[in-house]
C-alpha cells in the first residue's frame, strides 16, 4: 500500500470513529431515570470520549502520513485545509473535554467534525504541487495555526449551539425558536451538497458547455450536476444532457450556483421528509437530550474557549500571515479578501469579549454571537476562497 | 472636587462605587444589586464622574465600551465592503476611465455604483481612515479612563473588607466550621492557598488571598501594543521612511533602481521552472496547465562610486549578488527586492540584411536592439542604413504619423534610410512586422528581416520600511498583553472570622469562575469550610430556568 492510500484509510477510520464517538456521547447524556444510570452515562461518557481520541490519532496520522508524502504539511488545498480544520476542531474539543468534561459538548463538536470532513471530501483530495509563493515554512506555521485558532474559536459555537438547544424553548413561538430552527436547516443544507455531489458522481454525470467569460473569451466547463443555470452564451457540447432552465450574466459563476441549487434542493428534501416523519422541529427532537447540561458552566465554556482561541488566532491568521505577507509580497498587509475577512473575524470576537464586559451580554446573546462568530469562519473558507477572487482562491 | 466619604472614613473620589478601603456599596444602584459590579472594582473612572465642558464630553463618548463597540462593527462592515468586488489596485488597468469601464462591465450597474461610491477603493477613503482612527482614539481613551483607577484600587486593596462587600459577591458562603479547630481555620486557608500559589495576606481575623492579579492588566498591555502597532502604520506617511517601488529589469541590463539613490540592479538571467507532474484534478478544474514551481531572477546589486555622476555606471561596486526567488528577497540595508512578476521572450534585438530586390544580393546584416536602437548602421564605405524613425509598440497611422502605444518593443516598426552604391541619397521605407511602404514607390533595396532574438524580463518591487521594527514591537506587545489577559486570571478569596468562629467568605475572579470553584472545593474540602453558593445560579433558578 502507498503512503497516500495508507493515508486515506486513516481518514476513513478517523471518519468512523467520529460517528461511533457521536453515538456514544449520545448513550452518556441520555440517564433520566435514577436507578444507576449516571453510572452508565458516565461508562458511555469515557467509551466515548476514548474512541474520540483514537479517532483523532488516526486523522493525525493521515495529516502525517499525507504530509511525508506530499513533502508539504498537507493544508495547500481545499480538501486538505477542510480536513485538517475538521481534525483541529476536534482536537480542540479533546483539549475541552479535559477542561471540564461536559459529554454533551461532544453530541455537538462531533458531528459538526463530521459535516466538515464530509464537505472536504467532496473536493479533490489529489494533491497538487506548491506555487513558487506557498513554498516556504510560513505555509506550515501561518495556516496551522490560524486553523488551531479558528478551531478553539469554533467550540465556542459548539458550547453556543448546545447552550441555545436547551435554552430555546422549542414550544413557543419566539424568533430564536426560529433562528435555532434555521441553524439546524443549514446543518441539512451541509448534507444536501454532500449528497448531491455524491449522487451525481455516482450516477457519472458530466456535460460540456461552452461559454463566453466577462473578458469576452470563449471557454469551456463541465458541470457534474445537471445544469439548472447556465454560463454566459453557454452552448451545450455533451449530447442528451439536460440543457439550463436560466441563463446566467458572466459575473456568476453559473456551475457553482447550480451546485449551490441541487444541495439547497436534496438538504431540504431530506429535511422535510425528517420533519414529516417526526412531526416535530428538529429543535424539539433535540431539546430533550440536552437537559442535563448547567447553562452557566456552559457560557462558561463559551467563553473560556473564545479566550484561549483569540490570542492563537491573531498570532496565526494575523501576525505569521503578515510576517510571510511582508517576506513572499513586500507588504504585510494588502486587503486581500482572505486577509479583510481574517481581519473581520477578529475584530467581530474583539467585539464578543468587550460586550461580555457588558452586562446582559452573556448566556443566550453570548451563545448567538459564538455561533454568528462561527458563521464568519464558515464564510472565510467557502465563500472566499470559492466565490471571491483574492491571493487565496482555491477554485 | 467632591468627596464620597463612606461610614468606615475612607474619602473615596465622586463616582466611586464601592469604598477602596472597606468595600460598602456607596451608590444606590450597588446597595441595591444582588452581586456587586465588580467592574475596575469599584473605582471612580473619570467619565463617570465628570461631565461638564465639551472636553469632558468628547472624553466621554470616546471612552464608551458601547462606542468602542460600535466602532469596532462599523469598521468590521466597512471593512467587508470592500471584497464584494476586486478593489481598483488588484485589477490591471491604470487610468480612471479604464476603470470605471472595467467595473461597469465585469459586474454591471452595481458594480458602476460600486465604482462610483468610492467602494473600489474603500480602504484608502477618508472616511475610511477616520473610522480606524475613531477606534483608535477610543482604544486610547477607554484604557487611560479605566486602567488608571483600576491600578489604583488594585494597589490599594485591603485585606479586611465590609460584610456588604462580602455578602455581594457572586460566590459567597457563611457558617460555622464543619469539625476541627476554629483556632486553626485561617492558618489552614493560608497553607493551602498559599499551596495553590495564591498570595496570602492577613490582618487581625480577616485574610485575602490573591493570585493572578497582573492578569488584570492584560486587557491594557494590549491596547498599548495596538496604539504602537498603529502609530507604526502611520509613520508610512512620513518621507523616506517607506518606500516602494517597481521596476522591470531585462536580461543583462543595468538599471537604476527607483528610491534608491546611487544604487544599480543587474538581471543576469531570469528563470521560470514549471512543475513536471500530471495535472490534477484541480488544475483541470481551474483550467490551469502548468504549474509553475519557481520565478527567479539571478540579480547583481551594484553601489555607485562616491564621486560618480547620478546615473554614471562606470566603476560599479558589486554589493550583493543574490538569486530572487518568490519568499527569498534579496536584502540589503533595509531595502529589499522581491520577484513580483515577469515577461518572458520580450523582442531584444531584430536582424535585417540590406538587400537589393531584384538580384537577391546582400550588402551586409543590420542587427538593432530594440532597446537601445543606434541612429545609423554603417555596413560598409558606401552602404550605410539610417534610422529616422523606431515606433516600439506600433499601433497605426494617426495623420499619416505611425504611432506608438507603449516605449516597449511588443510590436516595433521603422522608418530607414537606405544609403547604398546606387543610391547615394538614400531610399526611405517603412518596416513593420509584416507590413512594409514605401513612400517614395519602388525602391531597389530592401531591409530583408532575418530573425529575431528574444530575452526574458524581470518585474521586481524595491521595499524599504523602517516602521517594520515598530510594528514588530506594537505586534509582541498586543500578543504579550492578550495572552496574558486570556492565560491567566485574577482570582481572590476573601475570608473573615467572625468573633464566635465562625467564618465569612467571598470569592471573585474576573474569568474562569470553574477555575476559582475548584480552588474552593480544594480550601474548604482542607480547612472544612462552609459549603459556598453561586448566587447567579441561585439567580437564574428563581428566573424559572431549571439548571439541574
Known amino acids: ?395 | 472636587m467632591e468627596k464620597l466619604i463612606c461610614v468606615c472614613g475612607h474619602e473615596n473620589p465622586a463616582g466611586t462605587k464601592l469604598c477602596g478601603k472597606c468595600g460598602r456599596p456607596l451608590t444606590e444602584e450597588a446597595k441595591e444589586s444582588k452581586i456587586v459590579d465588580m467592574k475596575y472594582d469599584g473605582a471612580a473612572i473619570r467619565s463617570k464622574t465628570r461631565n461638564k465642558s465639551i472636553v469632558d464630553k468628547v472624553w466621554n463618548f470616546f471612552s464608551s465600551v458601547k462606542v468602542g463597540i460600535a466602532l469596532i462593527i462599523i469598521n468590521l462592515v466597512a471593512a467587508s465592503i470592500g471584497t464584494i468586488f476586486p478593489q481598483e489596485f488588484y485589477i490591471s488597468v491604470s487610468t480612471e476611465a479604464e476603470k470605471a469601464a472595467y467595473y461597469e462591465d465585469t459586474y454591471g450597474s452595481i458594480g458602476k455604483l460600486y465604482y462610483e461610491l468610492g467602494l473600489s477603493d474603500v480602504y484608502n477613503a477618508w472616511w475610511f481612515q477616520i473610522l480606524v482612527g475613531m477606534l483608535a482614539i477610543s482604544i486610547i481613551v477607554a484604557s487611560i479612563d479605566r486602567g488608571i483607577p483600576l491600578h489604583r484600587s488594585l494597589k490599594n486593596q485591603r485585606v479586611k473588607r465590609h460584610e456588604s462587600f462580602m455578602k455581594r459577591q457572586r460566590v459567597v458562603a457563611e457558617g460555622p466550621v464543619a469539625n476541627g479547630d476554629p483556632a486553626q481555620t485561617l492558618n489552614m486557608i493560608e497553607e493551602k492557598m498559599k499551596s495553590l500559589k495564591y498570595k496570602v495576606r492577613r490582618d487581625g481575623n480577616a485574610l485575602l488571598a490573591e493570585r493572578g492579579r497582573f492578569s488584570r492588566y492584560g486587557p491594557y498591555i494590549n491596547h498599548c501594543g495596538l496604539i504602537i502597532f498603529l502609530a507604526a502604520v502611520m509613520l508610512r506617511l512620513v518621507p523616506g521612511f517607506y518606500v516602494d517601488e517597481s521596476m522591470w529589469v531585462r536580461e543583462g541590463e543595468v538599471r537604476a533602481v527607483p528610491g534608491m539613490e546611487g544604487y544599480f540592479i543587474e538581471n543576469e538571467a531570469f528563470i521560470l521552472e514549471l512543475h513536471d507532474n500530471e495535472k490534477t484534478e484541480n488544475q483541470e478544474l481551474q483550467g490551469v496547465n502548468a504549474v509553475a514551481k519557481n520565478f527567479q531572477t539571478n540579480a547583481k546589486l551594484y553601489k555607485q562610486a562616491e564621486d560618480a555622476v547620478p546615473g554614471q555606471t562606470d566603476n560599479l561596486e558589486l554589493v550583493k549578488e543574490y538569486s530572487i526567488r518568490v519568499n527569498h528577497p534579496l536584502q540589503y540595508e533595509g531595502y529589499s527586492f522581491y520577484q513580483m512578476d515577469f515577461r518572458m521572450n520580450e523582442l531584444s534585438v531584430m536582424n535585417f540584411q540590406l538587400t537589393n530586390k531584384e538580384t537577391g544580393e546582400a550588402l551586409g546584416p543590420v542587427s538593432i536592439d530594440l532597446t537601445n536602437p543606434q541612429d545609423e548602421y554603417i555596413i560598409n564605405e558606401q552602404a550605410k542604413v539610417e534610422l529616422l524613425g523606431y515606433y516600439p509598440d506600433f499601433s497605426g497611422f494617426e495623420n499619416g504619423e505611425p504611432q506608438t502605444l507603449t516605449p516597449t518593443p511588443n510590436n516595433p516598426a521603422f522608418i530607414f534610410k537606405m544609403t547604398t552604391p546606387e543610391h547615394p541619397d538614400g531610399e526611405v521605407s517603412f518596416v513593420a512586422i509584416q507590413q512594409t511602404i514605401e513612400p517614395n514607390g519602388d525602391n531597389e533595396y530592401k531591409m530583408a528581416f532575418q530573425g529575431v532574438e528574444t530575452r526574458n524580463m524581470s518585474g521586481l518591487t524595491v521595499h524599504k520600511d523602517s516602521s517594520i521594527p515598530l510594528l514588530a514591537v506594537g505586534g509582541a506587545i498586543f500578543m504579550i498583553g492578550v495572552a496574558i489577559g486570556s492565560y491567566w486570571n485574577h482570582r481572590r478569596l476573601w475570608v473573615e472570622q467572625l468573633e464566635d468562629g465562625t467564618i465569612r467568605l467571598a470569592a471573585h475572579t474576573n474569568k474562569n469562575w470553574f477555575g476559582m470553584k475548584k480552588d474552593l472545593d480544594a480550601v474548604s474540602e482542607y480547612a472544612k469550610l462552609p459549603k459556598y453558593l453561586d448566587q447567579s445560579e441561585e439567580i437564574e433558578e428563581k428566573e424559572g430556568d431549571s439548571a439541574l
Open chain 1, 1 to 395: 500500500m502507498s503512503l497516500i492510500d495508507l493515508s486515506g484509510n486513516f481518514l476513513f477510520i478517523a471518519f468512523i470513529a467520529y460517528l461511533v464517538g457521536t453515538l456514544l456521547f449520545g448513550g452518556a447524556i441520555k440517564n433520566t431515570k435514577p436507578d444507576g444510570a449516571a453510572k452508565r452515562a458516565d461508562n458511555w461518557g469515557k467509551l466515548a470520549i476514548i474512541v474520540t481520541v483514537v479517532g483523532f490519532l488516526a486523522h493525525l496520522a493521515y495529516f502525517i502520513t499525507r504530509w511525508i508524502y506530499t513533502g508539504h504539511a498537507p493544508v495547500s488545498n481545499m480538501f486538505e485545509f477542510t480536513t485538517a480544520f475538521g481534525m483541529f476542531i476536534i482536537g480542540a474539543f479533546i483539549l475541552i473535554y479535559y477542561m471540564y468534561r461536559i459529554s454533551a459538548l461532544g453530541l455537538i463538536a462531533l458531528p459538526v467534525a463530521i459535516l466538515i470532513i464530509g464537505y472536504a471530501a467532496m473536493f479533490p483530495s489529489e494533491a497538487d504541487p506548491l506555487v513558487p509563493s506557498l513554498q516556504s515554512y510560513w505555509l506550515t506555521i501561518h495556516v496551522i495555526t490560524a486553523a488551531m485558532g479558528q478551531s478553539i474559536l469554533a467550540i465556542s459555537a459548539v458550547a453556543g449551539l448546545l447552550y441555545l438547544l436547551k435554552a430555546v424553548d422549542p414550544k413557543s413561538k419566539t424568533k430564536s425558536r426560529f433562528w435555532m430552527e434555521a441553524v439546524l436547516y443549514f446543518c441539512f443544507l451541509v448534507v444536501g451538497f454532500i449528497l448531491a455531489t455524491v449522487i451525481f458522481k455516482g450516477m457519472g454525470y458530466e456535460a460540456n458547455f461552452s461559454y463566453v467569460n466577462a473578458q469576452g473569451k470563449e471557454l469551456e466547463i463541465t458541470y457534474n450536476m445537471p445544469a439548472v443555470f447556465g454560463m454566459n452564451d453557454y452552448t451545450l457540447l455533451t449530447d442528451g444532457k439536460m440543457e439550463p432552465l436560466v441563463e446566467m450574466p458572466p459575473v456568476i459563476n453559473a456551475k457553482k450556483l447550480t451546485t449551490v441549487f441541487w444541495s439547497f434542493v436534496i438538504g431540504s428534501v431530506v429535511y422535510l421528509l425528517v420533519r414529516l416523519i417526526s412531526r416535530k422541529r428538529i429543535l424539539e427532537m433535540l431539546h430533550p437530550l440536552v437537559q442535563k447540561v448547567n447553562l452557566n458552566l456552559l457560557d462558561e465554556v463559551g467563553y473560556r474557549s473564545v479566550l484561549i482561541g483569540f490570542p492563537v488566532f491573531t498570532l496565526g491568521a494575523l501576525v505569521f500571515a503578515m510576517i510571510w505577507a511582508q517576506e513572499a509580497w513586500g507588504r504585510y498587509w494588502g486587503w486581500d479578501p482572505k486577509e479583510v475577512w481574517a481581519l473581520i473575524t477578529w475584530l467581530f470576537y474583539a467585539a464578543y469579549l468587550h460586550l461580555r464586559l457588558s452586562k446582559g451580554w452573556e448566556g443566550k446573546k453570548s451563545a448567538w454571537l459564538a455561533l454568528i462568530g462561527f458563521a464568519i469562519i464558515l464564510f472565510n473558507l467557502i465563500v472566499v476562497n470559492l466565490v471571491i477572487a483574492g491571493l487565496h482562491s482555491y477554485a
